[in-house]
């Protein structure tokens, strides 16, 4: 007779979970949770450093009533990754497919000419922002990590800096550069300079970038990031009207201890 495999049933290495499949709630509950704003078991970043927010994997009726009480009647609520079927009174506001890449040879090396950028450059990086759109920087993002710069004339021409922050991991984020300027290798200098940094404190980069960003993918694959899952952006309308569910109460700092990763 047969003997029966002891492992089936169990799951697969490649099933199990992983930091970087909830980035965002791996970091508020690690390296940012001094970020942390909570309602039971929802949390999210205040919403001046960046619109980032983490469900449950399986959320509950209350789940949805606290996110919909953070976002406020008629709010907009991020859903990365979410797959799920939205509660009734939600509505789909946007959706595009995405995915996320991870550093696997990616040469990184200091740059001379990139200088950190600070609090007195956020009025010129929001300028460069609205003007090649990498995704949302906020009032308060360049307090998420190590933003790099690269002049000339004195203008701000290229970014790219440090967003979400899972334990043993960084994320590259606001990668961009002027018109004016391109094709001139900036954003490759400056992913490898953030990616230095990273990887001097024992980490290893990643990023996100839209499925249909072509442009942005070749680049990342030429640098040496490998492609480790699709995911998709999204966002979703609360009601208008409160939820039922859990009974009013005030946001904490205090981290849920049952939030598992």
């Not at 205040?46 to 509950?60: G, I, K, N, Q, S």
């Not at 499925?211 to 942005?216: I, L, Q, R, V």
């Not at 640098?223 to 999204?234: I, K």
């Not at 569910?245 to 990763?261: E, F, I, N, Y």
């Amino acid at each position: 007779m047969p003997r029966s495999d002891p492992s089936a049933g169990l799951p697969r290495p490649t099933d199990l979970p992983h930091v970087l499949d909830h980035p965002a709630r791996a970091a508020l509950t690690g390296p940012h949770a001094h970020f942390a704003e909570w309602r039971g078991r929802v949390v999210r970043y205040p919403v001046d450093v960046t619109p980032w927010l983490a469900l449950p994997d399986e959320p509950t009726a209350d789940d949805w009533a606290d996110a919909a009480a953070l976002a406020g009647p008629g709010g907009e609520v991020p859903l990365l990754g979410f797959q799920g079927r939205l509660p009734d009174g939600w509505e789909v506001t946007f959706r595009v497919e995405g995915v996320q890449y991870v550093d696997e040879g990616l040469a990184a090396a200091p740059d001379p000419g990139a200088v950190r950028l600070g609090p007195a450059d956020v009025p010129e990086i929001l300028d460069l922002i609205a003007r090649t759109r990498p995704g949302p920087f906020l009032p308060r993002t360049i307090e998420l990590g190590t933003y790099l710069g690269i002049r000339r004339g004195g203008a701000l021409v290229a970014m790219a800096g440090e967003r979400l922050h899972p334990p043993g991991w960084t994320e590259i984020s606001a990668v961009c550069t002027d018109p004016a300027v391109r094709g001139e290798g900036l954003a490759t200098r400056l992913i490898r300079a953030v990616a230095h940094g990273i990887r001097e404190r024992g980490e290893t980069p990643f990023l996100h970038t839209g499925a249909g960003n072509t442009h942005a993918i070749r680049l990342y694959e030429s640098l040496g990031f490998r492609l480790r899952r699709t995911t998709a952006f999204g966002a979703a309308r609360a009601p208008e009207r409160p939820l039922k569910g859990r009974t009013p109460a005030q946001s904490s700092s205090v981290p849920a201890p049952d939030l598992a990763l």
